[in-house]
């Protein structure tokens, strides 16, 4: 099989590229390295079966060559990234969707791009199921990463009716593992940075609203069944072991035997009280659910930021 992947050096798109190369498959990775880093695939360079291109996706794609499979996880997906570069996150849900599904249409090879848990906003359903439409503020600060991502469900799904693209869509909920991101505003890279600096853990809000944490590899092993399935419409993938954010700093400092303070931080605006998959729908079509613990997700997480 032979894959063309955008955002290829972000978190998770590099761990794609590890688990596709290992499966014995052809992989050409795309990233304009706006929040993705050439250190992440640094321990592919030279593999066989592997050539990584530096290109913005928005922009026409040189993709030579055809492709079985095309993968679109090009995003700003951190809230530090898409505050600061709104209209970039806008275009890489916009824009580079649809270039990377003309490439699919050339090819007729399957598409997968992967959505996001914020699809659903700040929700008034619990847990979160693919068929609620979500409650999302489309002019707030996070409109341009949520509405980028609900765009680019429309569009996948406008190719697929249209044209017959083979489209799969991920909606992902909170994902952590090595390869993240210390300055990204997220709160698993966050609270390690803290802890390993001595600093107090610092919360936005009473630390009440809840969140659910998938480690990398879970992850990725549902995005590769995802993509074999004939399942067209959105698909939730995270893990739905749920936790308030309060209960997640507890477990932060138990795994590294700290035990300093904890900072409390006014709430951001829109950002949502509770998030916890259903993932009943992947079980039942992918015969998928996370495997990994957080404990043992921890231990691997912490251990490479020690690293960095």
């Known amino acids: 099989m ?22 014995g498959d052809i992989v050409v990775g795309l990233d304009n390295l706006i929040t993705g880093s050439l250190k992440n695939l640094a321990h592919l360079e030279g593999r066989a079966g592997f050539q990584f291109r530096q290109a913005d996706v928005v922009q026409p794609i040189d993709a030579a060559g055809r492709f079985d499979h095309v993968w679109h996880l090009a995003s ?3 809230p530090v990234a898409y505050l600061k570069y709104p209209i970039e996150t806008l275009e890489s849900g916009s824009t580079a969707t649809r270039n990377m599904l003309e490439i699919a249409r050339r090819d007729g090879a399957r598409f997968l791009v992967t959505s996001t848990s914020e699809c659903y906003g700040d929700p ?6 693919e068929t ?12 341009c990463y949520d509405e980028s991502k ?16 083979r489209t799969n869509i991920a909606r992902i909920f909170n994902t952590y593992g090595p390869r993240m991101a210390l300055n990204d505003g997220r709160v698993v890279p966050a609270f390690i940075d803290q802890a390993l600096r001595g600093e107090p853990l610092t919360i936005f809000g009473d630390g009440s609203q809840t969140r659910s944490f ?38 932060i400092k138990r795994q590294m035997g700290v035990n300093g303070d904890i900072a409390f931080r006014p709430l951001p605006e829109d950002d949502p009280k509770k998030r916890q998959p259903d993932i009943s729908k992947a079980r039942a079509v992918l015969g998928w659910s996370p495997t990994v613990g957080l404990e043992e997700g921890l231990r691997e997480t912490v251990a490479y930021f020690k690293g960095l």
């Open 76 to 78: 700003l997906a951190s």
């Open 150 to 165: 609900r765009y680019a469900e429309a569009m996948t799904m406008a190719y697929h009716r249209e044209h017959g693209v």
């Open 124 to 129: 008034l359903v619990h847990p979160q199921v």
């Open 214 to 251: 998938c480690y990398v590899s879970d992850l990725v092993d549902g995005l590769v069944r995802l993509s074999k399935s004939d399942e067209r419409y959105p698909v939730n993938l995270g893990n739905p072991v749920e936790m308030t954010i309060l209960e997640f700093a507890q477990s």
């Open 2 to 23: 032979h894959h063309l992947i955008s955002g290829a050096a972000g978190f998770i798109g590099s761990h794609l590229c590890e688990r596709l190369l290992d499966d």
């Open 132 to 143: 609620y439409w979500g409650n999302v503020n489309p002019v707030g600060p996070r409109s």
